[in-house]
């Protein structure tokens, strides 16, 4: 499977009400990641992504540059990239409002 890491993201701009979880569990879950996705009462979307380098590459031009259909994306950081031994997480689930 080659090396695993991880990254934690936020994404800002138009990405709350617009199904941006949504789409970023699809696109997670087809590229085998796992993690999960939250909206910020900030208005932003958070999560952590963990999984093949290669499929995280690719999730961060997602999140970053495409997003959902209707979102519009500001900023996206990118943070705590690491490299991992195993899995911490099964799934990549959206999950209920963080602050």
């Not at 979880?21 to 879950?29: C, H, N, P």
């Amino acid at each position: 499977m080659g090396s695993l890491g991880a990254f934690h993201f936020e994404v800002s701009g138009r990405v709350q009400g617009v199904y941006f979880r949504k789409f970023a569990v699809q696109k997670a879950s087809a590229l085998k990641l796992v993690g999960w996705v939250a909206n910020t009462l900030r208005g932003t979307v958070v999560g952590e992504c963990q999984g093949p380098e290669q499929q995280l590459q690719e999730m961060k031009q997602w999140l970053c540059t495409e997003g959902s259909p209707y979102s519009h994306i500001e900023d996206c950081k990118i943070s705590n990239e690491r490299q991992l031994q195993q899995l911490e997480f099964e799934v990549f689930e959206r999950r209920k409002n963080v602050p």
